[in-house]
């Protein structure tokens, strides 16, 4: 049961973040321009930064319902073999 939670999350997180990358000039007109962005990447430098962030942000919500997460943030709580 923990697992179609955890698969449900993922999913709907997902969902967000792919929706997020599809309304980017929605949520660039929030947000403003990126100066920091601007000056490094020059004129689509926010747009770049924030397609990814979201992207990693994905990859990180993909990996969430297979315990990837715990692999990466708690290796030393695994055991590996005993």
Request: hydrophobic share 65%; net charge neutral; aromatic share 22%.
């Amino acid at each position: 049961m923990e697992l179609l939670v955890d698969l449900f999350y993922a999913v709907l997180l997902i969902v967000w973040g792919v929706s997020l990358i599809k309304y980017r000039r929605n949520v660039k007109s929030w947000t403003g321009n990126w100066l920091w962005a601007e000056k490094i990447i020059w004129s689509w430098g926010t747009y770049v930064v924030m397609i990814l962030i979201w992207l990693f942000m994905i990859f990180l919500w993909v990996l969430y319902p297979f315990w990837g997460m715990d692999l990466i943030v708690w290796p030393s709580t695994i055991d590996v073999g005993a």
